[in-house]
């Protein structure tokens, strides 16, 4: 298994070289209607989810939501 150093959220971050990119084809936020990245309606839990990873240079998929809303 290989891994790699990469500058994210303004800091070097690991990642298995297999899954570099590839947090949008998993996360679940990234298919929710309530998804609105920057936007001051964005879903409560991921702008949290979001605050976490960039104060820990982080990413993190989420996997499983109680308040997912598929997109039309």
Not at 22 to 33: D, N, T, V, W
Not at 46 to 69: D, H, I, S
Request: proline share 6%.
């Amino acid at each position: 298994m290989d891994f790699e150093r990469y500058e994210h959220h303004g800091g070097l971050v690991w990642v298995r070289s297999d899954l570099r990119g590839k947090h949008s084809e998993y996360c679940l936020c990234h298919q929710c209607a309530a998804f609105k990245p920057g936007q001051p309606d964005n879903c409560p839990q991921a702008q949290k989810l979001y605050e976490f990873c960039v104060r820990w240079n982080a990413t993190t998929p989420m996997w499983e939501c109680a308040g997912f809303e598929a997109r039309e």
